[in-house]
């Protein structure tokens, strides 16, 4: 039966890095969308953006669109914002799925969720970059793409955009947890992520958060999304098919 | 060289789920029972069996079809049956192998070794039918058989049968530790088996218990009985070869 | 692009047990070299071989053979080995790759970094027997290579020699920390290795260690070396390729 995916994409990313799950689910039949979330659009000022901008992003596509059941899909960062879009848009969801994303409790900011020496490294860039945050490529290579070849890692670097550091220091309102929706939870864990370091991990450390929720794990990095596509489709498959 | 291996079935569920599993087996030569527990028959009064009924039932078994040289399996609850069962029977056993399976010391409760919540959960469910202890589809399909598409998840809900309270909440009397036998120990570890959560989980909280041991782990959830018997076969005959 | 790997055994092992895997990266064009550290060697007296004298041993093999832009890499008891070549001939290397290796901080052996009750057996053991340190045949069959069948267990245990207790027991010296090093840094993790017990793990406990490095995990136990090296060579290509 097929069903509507809206997908959201990390931190640094945009949109167009899901085109290639969602053309796989689209051959299978599914209405799948992947907006870009403000603040990571090019004409998009990085010293301006909140969360509560991206977030908005999300709500007024949706409410455009005049989309209903659809399952929201949020990667990494985006677990904030599809956090932020279930507490206000819950009657038009059917499920969420965090893939390796963050899972806020009311008031609680991505940099509250991450290792205090993360955070700290987060500030220091943003202060130096007017606002933006960047991530360095032995980082990224090392931590996010370790399952790639380095032609890979180097290509997908390239694609990456400077990130507003208020989306990830804003703290987020929300009317109530998580875990007590209506709505069904899943959590996919990709195995190989030391984006957090597994001493702090993804999962179970955020997922629990969810209450009860369907897990799904995987092998691969942070950035299965590029080193491994085809699989990770699979896994939002059976994350979100019912 | 065909071994006989005895496949002891989880709460809920009777010797009839472990059919496709003991047919590959089988096939392969070996000599496979997969009785049904007492308490988890059709005649079976469900207010009044305890977790002494349910182990002695298979220690009849054993004695009454003389088997030696056994390997003995118990999946989930069945880590309570099969404990109590090598406590007794020791000489008749080769291997004792546990698949996400409770093993307890002695004194123990299954609802002692489950989450605090889940044990208050159960009690209540249990009052409000008559000792009937019930798994919610929901509670089911998400973390219990989370790997199955829906129909799957479905059907096999619809074969399981209400387990005794009592045979959850009795506590086991051991001899001595089942780190402290002479026979070999194994356990088999589902690894997205979220029944018991993560951040409390089967391995290595429990299976650490049996001492010296013997790990195999599969990718799945907890009922790959259903989800993915093939793999579920492979992984007991590495547990039990030898 | 062809490199240069130096591959460094494990205790109880020599360099042949590396053989078979250096052929497989032979044939995709490498130069690679698994010598027998000093200790492990025949005419070794086990009883006055101290880790001081295998680290050399790798240190004398890499500059009597003038060998730079080196992968390092270095199974469970090479850690210590490697981790000791790295801070001595750090210009020579490219990058370090532990397998369920120990990575120590300066002044600890490798008996710190294992539960206390294996370091006291290890004493025992080595006391009882001059000093060499054996390893109970079930201890390597349950915990060291428990994805392989018995026959397989059993040829590969004759292969083994004894480990002088002192490589183990010698405290090391580091002139600065792993993870300040310049060199690139790589962890493997053997899913199924319980040689360390879960609760007590190899990733993150030691990995992390290292500072800013690469994970890359596969299935298998401490032994994949013997039960799959197809894919151990697949992993170490994968930490070690740039």
């Known amino acids: 039966m097929p069903v509507t995916l809206v ?3 990390a931190a640094w990313h945009t949109g167009k890095d ?6 796989i689910l689209r051959k299978a ?4 969308y992947c907006p870009t979330l403000r603040g990571n659009r090019e004409e998009d000022d990085r010293s301006k953006i909140g969360l509560e901008d991206a977030i908005s992003s999300v709500v007024d596509f949706i409410e455009e669109n005049d989309l209903t059941d ?4 949020g990667h990494s960062y985006a677990g904030m914002v599809i956090s932020g879009v279930a507490d206000r848009l819950e009657r038009r969801l059917r499920r969420i799925v965090y893939i390796n994303a963050f899972v806020p409790l009311n008031g609680e900011s991505l940099t509250d969720l991450v290792p205090p020496c993360h955070a700290a490294a987060f500030a220091a860039i943003a202060d130096a970059n007017n606002g933006a945050l960047l991530l ?3 980082v990224w290579r090392e931590t ?5 070849d380095i032609a890979l890692a180097r290509s997908t670097y390239d694609r990456l955009n400077p990130q507003p550091y208020r989306t990830v220091a804003d703290k987020i309102s929300l009317q109530r947890p998580l875990s007590e929706m209506s709505i069904g939870r899943s959590y996919i864990n990709c195995q190989q992520d030391i ?3 597994h001493s702090y991990p993804w999962h179970p450390r955020l997922s629990e958060r969810l209450g009860l929720f369907r897990l799904v794990e995987l092998p691969g ?3 299965t999304i590029f080193s491994n596509p085809v699989r990770l489709a699979q896994a939002i498959w059976e994350a979100a098919r019912d």
Chains 1, 2, 3 share one sequence.
């Open 7 to 9: 997908l959201i994409h």
């Open 18 to 23: 899901f085109e290639t799950i969602a053309n």
């Open 29 to 32: 039949g599914h209405t799948v």
């Open 70 to 73: 659809i399952r929201l899909v």
């Open 136 to 138: 360095p490529f032995q």
């Open 144 to 148: 996010f793409i370790n399952d790639a």
């Open 195 to 197: 984006s957090l370091p």
């Open 221 to 223: 990095s942070h950035e």
